[in-house]
């Protein structure tokens, strides 16, 4: 037994630098593998929780767009709603503006048309009547009994067509002023280069002869006068031939 554990002693002190050599060596192995390992796992650890980190940032990067998105998205159409509300006001403003502004002139125009329809209305009554006075002249003028009487119809008959008239009569002493009415200035005695150029003078003449004058002061119409004169030269050279005509016997005779 001591023989065998003295050679085992031997040995094993003979194995001893070796052996020492071949631990310290698997002692560095082991600590080096141990320390690669831990170091993986460290920066294994350090990605996961950089990895970790960077999701966490991420989500909280994507809330907070998501969150400006929402506001930014509230407020943009808030003040779309606003601006929108405005050009609503503004063109239904505007609208009852141009509205109230078209209607104006729209009661304008149509005032004027009344207006000048009402003229007009006037103006061709006032034609009419003209029209009317001018074609019962003749009758007028025929049922008088007396030329005194025709010059009186003439005078009521032209009263529409001048604001001032005289009618003369053929005296000794030239054409004397007979009976007047109206505005204006007429003088006792008048003739043809007498009168104001601005005025209305025509001779009442029978078969060449003249038998008095119509004087118009301005203003006046000078057709209707023409045609009343003209009416009255008629009316007074028929009256003075049924006057010489000869009374018709009697059927007895």
């Not at 194995?15 to 698997?26: I, K, Q, V």
């Not at 109230?100 to 149509?110: G, K, N, P, S, Y």
């Not at 049924?242 to 007895?252: C, I, N, T």
């Amino acid at each position: 037994m001591n023989v065998k554990t003295e050679a085992l002693d031997r040995v094993l002190e003979a194995l001893s630098p070796a052996l020492t050599t071949e631990l310290d060596r698997l002692v560095e192995e082991t600590r080096e593998t141990l320390e690669q390992e831990f170091q993986i796992r460290l920066q294994a650890a350090t990605r996961d929780a950089e990895t970790m980190g960077t999701s966490a940032a991420q989500l909280q990067l994507e809330r907070v767009i998501e969150e400006v998105k929402k506001e930014t998205r509230q407020q943009v159409t808030a003040e779309l709603a606003q601006q929108l509300t405005q050009r609503i006001e503004a063109a239904t403003t505007q609208a009852r503006n141009e509205a109230a502004e078209e209607r104006t002139r729209f009661e304008a125009a149509m005032t004027q048309l009344q207006d000048e329809w009402s003229a007009e209305r006037a103006k061709l009554q006032a034609q009419v009547d003209e029209w009317k006075t001018l074609a019962e002249a003749q009758r007028q003028f025929s049922e008088a009994s007396s030329q005194p009487e025709m010059l009186s119809r003439f005078r009521r008959l032209a009263e529409p067509f001048a604001q001032g008239l005289a009618l003369y009569i053929t005296k000794a002493d030239g054409l004397a002023l007979w009976k007047s009415r109206g505005n204006g200035a007429f003088p006792t005695i008048i003739s043809q280069g007498t009168t104001d150029p601005e005025s209305y003078f025509r001779t009442i003449s029978v078969r060449g002869k003249t038998v008095g004058a119509i004087y118009a002061a301005p203003t006046f119409k000078a057709d209707a006068l023409d045609f009343l004169i003209a009416s009255l030269e008629r009316a007074i050279e028929a009256f003075g031939l049924k006057l010489r005509a000869p009374l018709p016997r009697s059927a007895a005779s």
